[in-house]
């Protein structure tokens, strides 16, 4: 598979004080998508932010918004998301009985759908669904804070589901304690969208920002070539024109 990598930096690692500023310095310095992580303290202990938040920073940039949401219930809130200028909003398959409808209400709403697997829950969740997906992210921490371990259990996780979206237009997305150690083998596992959060804002200029991004793509990179020495698949795949940039 020779899907372009994306590298979505998390504003959760930001200065809050200067999200501004840091959102338009991670986007000089490289940033593919905006990730913004929506916590409930509910669904995950801990709570960040919300749509006001989102509306407020969308002005500053053209780079797509990749909207996390970890908060349950989800569905009331969508329109709100959608309203406040997220692109792809993405749910949790734990955050409620109905995923089905949640998929449908995102799409309905004109923004690109995903969904979020927390690392106990298999991948098995998403069987029915993959039709309403445009992304589908593998948490490779347990979603609530940033700056934890990543967890080499998900990688297999990776693989598997990598293997159910065969030719889909589906990003295959993954968050959690990614650096540029590991970058390379969440990608040959099958991964092509990676959100970072500390290991981008490592750090304090824009510059350094930038150094931060461009060495998770070199290893994001790194990892494409190990997925395409080992893959029989032919180069380009059916649907890559749907594929969210
Ligand atoms: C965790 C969030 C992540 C987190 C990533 O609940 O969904 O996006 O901010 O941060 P790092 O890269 O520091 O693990
Ligand atoms: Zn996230």
Redesign the pocket.
């Known amino acids: 598979m020779t899907r372009e990598i994306v590298i979505a930096p ?1 504003i ?2 930001a200065d809050f004080a200067r999200l501004g500023e840091e959102v338009a310095a991670i986007d000089a310095a490289g940033a593919d998508w905006i ?1 913004c ?1 929506v ?1 409930d303290g509910h669904f ?1 202990p801990n709570i960040s932010f919300g749509a006001d938040v989102i509306k407020a920073i969308r002005p500053l940039t053209k780079k797509i918004f990749d909207v ?1 949401l ?1 908060i349950a219930p989800v569905d009331h809130y969508l329109e709100g998301f959608a309203k406040a200028g997220a692109d792809v909003i993405t749910v949790h398959a734990e955050a409620g009985a109905h995923l089905d409808r949640s998929l449908q209400a995102i799409r309905a709403l004109g923004k690109k759908a995903g969904v979020s697997l927390c690392p106990s829950t298999p991948e098995s969740a998403i069987e029915y669904v993959l039709d309403r997906l445009d992304l589908i992210l593998v ?1 490779t ?1 347990n ?6 371990s990543f967890l080499g259990s998900q990688l297999e996780k990776i693989r598997r589901i990598g293997t159910m979206i065969g030719a889909r237009p589906i990003r295959l997305e993954v ?4 650096t540029r150690d590991n970058a390379a083998a969440v990608v040959a596992a099958g991964a092509d969208t990676l ?5 981008v804002f490592r750090g304090k200029s824009a510059a350094e920002y930038a150094a931060n991004i461009a060495a998770i793509r070199v290893a994001a990179e790194t990892g494409r070539v190990q997925k395409l020495q080992h893959s029989s698949a032919p180069p380009q795949r059916a649907g890559e024109s749907a594929l969210i940039r």
């Not at 959100?195 to 290991?199: I, L, M, W």
Request: net charge negative.
């Open positions: 998390s959760l690692a990730h992580d916590m995950v996390h970890m948490m921490v979603p609530g804070f940033g700056g934890q968050d959690g304690g990614i959100v970072a959060g500390s290991a």
